[in-house]
């Protein structure tokens, strides 16, 4: 730039540039949610100011990559995309710690890391860290914003992404704006959902339901101290914010803006499905949501461009797919949101060793292909799983939906007979029967039984499940996430129940501390379990990146292979298909060449083994847990 006059007017017409390019996105939303109010005005003059005010204060660097990315807008969707997902003092310690396992995430092949919430939480149980008490803070004990802005740096010069938590639904009951409202400051208390009498929270009970029915059982919590009642759909110190206030929009977009520019790549919206209330529904995923998050995107896509929004709504098919836009909001919501019903259905298909439901509620509900987004695939997360299979899902395929969900949580915790699983129960809710389940992948696939047994066969069969599962999310569509630790196959770690803090939560016993001594051993011992998973996912990850039909933005075609225990599905690109073939059964099966060659394989090419297939006569042979991307 030749001075820096001319520089902050190129600057000041590229913001103009950015915000006619969204303005009707973001008031055309605000207008609905909040014309009606006399402050609409105010509020809508305070939020322009805002976004300039970020934009100055966006540092160049990141305004480059606005750049680069608006010329390259399928960047996220593209093969070479790959996540790994960590607690900061679990994998790493802190922020510099993170800051020199780099090269281990590189090897591995990684391109995206989510570190689990790390801004400051509320002291003492603050639900993983999803309870914060300062958005514009890290957690000490990971270390300063400074920490934070210097690892996010060494991150994106080694080709990584960063993404990070932003909770949209609450904050901690010790957040300032929390402490204002219980000390009867009333624009405070219209930041949240107060209420004097239990008249109105009982008429929404009616309707609600209860996402930790054992340990924080109901939605509101009365404050003796305040002689009023509080909405809390989570924990007693997650206070829900007040969405209808259009304040509330204002604070958090300054926020997310303010993240966006200490360099976050992808933003998690926690939560998102619980933002709007309405009187006589489960205040789940209410149409006003959607418009919260295609204006919260319209926003950012003013400021800081280049910065993504994951949204995190762990919900039926139906209504998690709008999160990735649909009508009005198509191309214009999240660019991301979990696959629920993908990792959902590999572990029913797992433990029936029959697709029929996977095919059927993939097949079903979810489009080919989305505009402007892709899923977040992955097997497991920091949280339990949820048996999101519905009545009529289960009933299309024969299957009676609350036995089918009583059997996957039996199986997974155990207790089922032949189950190879270990997993722990999560908020079993006796009035609904629901049984959610907690456990690492490994110990879920069957790990930690075989090791326990000593049988090298079950051994083997546990870690072809694994890999089977990390090959499925890589060429399913979309970032897949692998979850800290998975690549290693650690199983359960039984010691949350001996921390305070911990122990009323089995979510723990998933969230084990990353075990280096391993990482150190996989090229001494190549045959143990970790260094075979750890090969593989790499491997998979790999040949990921060499496969352009993976691409997030090629459809993804479910197909019907007429064999009860394989999943298939082809990616389609203009140039050429690739067909996926998926195994969930520990026996040998086939499957004709003929079949593979309608679907679309023009050789019979293993592109994710690199080897021919094996076939006898017109029969393709695959082994038990086989994965084939054939060319
Ligand atoms: C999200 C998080 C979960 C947390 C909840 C409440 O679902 O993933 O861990 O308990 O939000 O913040």
Redesign the pocket.
């Known amino acids: 730039m030749a001075s820096t006059s001319a520089q902050s007017a190129f600057n000041a017409r590229l913001f103009e540039k950015r915000f006619k390019r969204s303005e009707t996105d973001l008031f055309g939303m605000l207008e609905r949610l909040y014309g009606a109010r006399d402050d609409y005005g105010a509020f809508c003059a305070a939020l322009k100011d805002e976004l300039a005010a970020a934009w100055d204060a966006r540092p160049d660097d990141l305004k480059w990559c606005d750049l680069e990315r608006d010329l390259e807008p399928d960047w996220f969707q593209r093969p070479d995309m790959a996540g790994y997902v960590f607690y900061l003092d679990r994998f790493a310690g802190d922020l510099k710690g993170a800051a020199s396992k780099i090269d281990y995430l590189q090897d591995l092949g990684i391109t995206y890391v989510h570190f689990m919430?790390c801004l400051k939480p509320r002291p003492g149980d603050s639900?993983?860290?999803?309870?914060v008490m300062d958005y514009r803070a890290i957690n000490p004990a990971y270390g300063t914003m400074k920490d934070f802005e210097r690892t996010t740096k060494a991150y994106h010069e080694a080709g990584i992404s960063v993404c990070v938590?932003m909770?949209l639904?609450?904050t901690a009951k010790e957040h300032a704006w929390a402490q204002k409202a219980r000390a009867g400051d009333p624009k405070y208390q219209d930041y949240y959902l107060v209420f004097d009498d239990d008249t109105l929270p009982k008429r929404y009970e009616e309707t609600l339901v209860e996402?930790?029915p054992n340990h924080a059982p109901g939605n509101f919590t009365y404050y003796q101290d305040m002689g009023k009642w509080v909405w809390t759909?989570?924990?007693e110190h997650?206070w829900d914010l007040n969405w209808a206030n259009p304040w509330v929009f204002l604070e958090m977009t300054q926020i997310m803006l303010h993240l966006a520019n200490k360099g976050v790549d992808i933003l998690r919206f926690?939560?998102v499905a619980f933002m709007w209330k309405r009187m006589g529904t489960r205040c789940q995923s209410e149409p006003e949501v959607h418009m919260l998050l295609h204006a919260l995107r319209a926003a950012s896509r003013i400021v800081c461009p280049s910065a993504i929004h994951l949204e995190?709504a762990?919900v039926g098919p139906a209504e998690m797919l709008p999160y990735l836009g649909r009508g009005e909001h198509d191309g214009r919501e999240g660019n991301l949101a979990y696959h629920n019903s993908l990792m959902v259905q590999y572990w029913s298909a797992l433990a029936a060793r029959d697709t029929g439901l996977m095919r059927h509620v993939l097949g079903t509900h979810f489009p080919p292909i989305l505009t402007n987004a892709t899923y977040a695939t992955y097997i497991r997360?920091?949280?339990d799983i949820g048996w999101a299979v519905t009545d009529e899902d289960a009933g299309a395929v024969g299957l009676d939906g609350r036995l089918h969900r009583a059997f996957l949580s039996d199986f997974y915790e155990g207790v089922f007979p032949g189950s190879f699983s270990k997993g722990a129960l999560f908020q079993h809710n006796p009035d609904t029967g629901d049984k959610r389940i907690s456990g690492s992948f490994a110990s879920l696939a069957g790990l930690e039984r075989a090791l326990e047994a000593n049988d090298p066969a079950a051994v083997d069969t546990a870690i072809d499940r694994i890999v089977m599962g990390h090959a499925l999310i890589a060429s399913f569509g979309g970032v897949p996430l692998i979850y800290m630790g998975d690549e290693i196959a650690l199983l359960n770690d039984y010691g949350y129940k001996d921390s305070p803090d911990h122990a009323h939560d089995s979510?723990w016993v998933h969230r084990p501390r990353m075990d280096w001594s391993r990482v150190s051993a996989l090229a001494a011992s190549p045959k143990s379990p970790a260094a075979r998973v750890y090969a593989e996912t790499k491997h998979i990850l790999a040949r990921r990146r060499a496969t352009p039909e993976l691409h997030g933005g090629m459809p993804t075609i479910i197909a019907d292979t007429e064999a009860p225990e394989l999943f298939a599905f082809i990616r389609k690109s203009p140039a050429a298909s690739v067909v996926c073939i998926y195994n969930f059964s520990e026996h040998w099966t086939t499957i004709g060449r003929a079949w593979a060659e309608e679907a679309g394989a023009q050789r019979f090419w293993d592109q994710l083994s690199g080897q021919p297939v094996f076939s006898d006569g017109g029969q393709i042979k695959l082994p038990p847990y086989a994965r084939l991307w054939l060319a």
């Open positions: 919430p639900d993983g860290g999803y309870s938590d909770v639904n609450h996402v930790f759909t989570f924990n997650q926690d939560a995190e762990i997360c920091h949280d979510r």
